[in-house]
């Protein structure tokens, strides 16, 4: 059994809300610090919420290229954002950076009436040596729970209308799910599983970061296995995101 593991094809992913780029309250652009963060984890697909797709506002110490492509640079050769926020001077949204190619992307509106503008971001990659394509789907849902549960039916039926049965499946993100509803409903509706649940009884406390009291963010996963998922360590996320960041090795 161990042997099989060990030979299992894998890959690391992380999920971080790197809320545009700035610390809590809008004190500080960070991103230059956060992006060595992001290299020093060494995930070979990355999962993003609220970054800032095109910024018109942007002041010398911010940036007015994407900050999905300052982020990827040389070390994620592909990405792929969704733009679900817009604003008359610029817009953010979910990406996804992978060191393998992606070969298709999608990005679905789940935003319900109101000022909120939500989505899921569906990519398909292409990991060398694998015949079996693997989807990853960035996630960011609402903050009412009754938009929660509209937008968690769509994300079924998004992975039942898209996502082959027995095709290695990740999803992750920011799911504002403090009530840890998602977890039955994706498990019992399309056999998500997610990975600190699996692994170790319950999902992790994530935000706020520096004393982390809610499960906001998630992996989960389908036709996979993982080892030792672990949030990462509050020196120097706690500074660069209010949302702890997850890791996990994913083993497909």
Not at 54 to 76: M, V
Not at 182 to 205: I, M, P, Q
């Amino acid at each position: 059994m161990t042997d099989t593991v060990a030979a299992a094809p894998q890959l690391t992913v992380m999920t971080v809300n790197i809320h545009k780029g700035f610390t809590s309250f809008n004190r500080k652009f960070i991103l230059p610090e956060l992006r060595d963060a992001v290299r020093a984890v060494g995930a070979d697909v990355v999962f993003l919420q609220e970054v800032m797709g095109t910024n018109g506002h942007h002041s010398k110490e911010s940036l007015a290229e994407p900050h999905y492509e300052f982020l990827a640079d040389e070390i994620w050769p592909q990405f792929a954002y969704g733009r679900n926020m817009v604003y008359p001077k610029g817009h953010h949204g979910n990406a996804v950076m992978s060191k393998f190619p992606i070969i298709h992307f999608q990005n679905h509106d789940v935003s319900v009436a109101g000022p909120e503008k939500r989505g899921l971001l569906h990519c398909v990659l292409d990991m060398p040596g694998r015949e079996q394509k693997i989807h990853a789907i960035c996630v960011h849902l609402g903050l009412a729970e009754s938009h929660r549960a509209q937008q968690l039916d769509l994300l079924c039926q998004m992975v039942r209308g898209e996502v082959p049965d027995d095709a290695p499946l990740i999803v992750a993100g920011d799911f504002n799910d403090w009530r840890r509803r998602a977890h039955a409903v994706l498990e019992r509706e399309v056999g998500l599983k997610e990975v600190f649940v699996t692994a170790y009884g319950e999902s992790a406390k994530t935000f706020p970061s520096r004393f982390p009291i809610l499960s906001l963010d998630r992996i989960y996963v389908r036709n996979a296995s993982v080892h030792l998922p672990v949030v990462l360590p509050r020196k120097p996320w706690s500074h660069l995101s209010d949302h702890a960041p997850l890791a996990a090795e994913i083993h497909l």
